[in-house]
Nanobody, 120 residues
Framework: QVQLAESGGGLVQAGGSLRLSCAAS????????MRWYRQAPGKQRDLVAT???????SYADSVKGRVTISRDNAKNTVDLQMNSLKPEDTAVYYC??????????????WGQGTQVTVSS
């Protein structure tokens, strides 16, 4: 199977920056899209950014211009660079990937999440 491990969360003041990283490991045959989601307390999990294996990116309107998603296909990693952070960016951030495994089959996988807290 596939495991996703996020890192890079923490506490930052408004206007600051954080870089989140996610590394995929396991019996990976290939990874299609990789995504970052976030979930604030009491709210649904929302899509933040997507990057395909070909490098196509898309962003939620709430983060456009402040966030950049990137990936390293050789290392099976995806990063999320977040700048000009706002208190409303406070949430648990989750990495998600659509991966094929060597034993066959493809499905979505989730990381355990990393907390981002932005103080005002």
């Amino acid at each position: 199977q596939v495991q996703l491990a996020e890192s890079g969360g923490g506490l930052v003041q408004a206007g600051g920056s954080l870089r989140l990283s996610c590394a995929a490991s396991g019996s990976i045959a290939g990874i299609n899209y990789m995504r970052w989601y976030r979930q604030a307390p009491g709210k649904q999990r929302d899509l933040v950014a997507t990057i395909t294996s070909g490098g196509y990116t898309s962003y939620a309107d709430s983060v456009k211009g402040r966030v950049t998603i990137s990936r390293d296909n050789a290392k099976n990693t995806v990063d999320l660079q977040m700048n000009s952070l706002k208190p409303e960016d406070t949430a648990v951030y989750y990495c998600n990937a659509a991966a094929s495994v060597t034993s066959g089959g493809r499905r979505g996988y989730w990381g355990q999440g990393t907390q981002v807290t932005v103080s005002s």
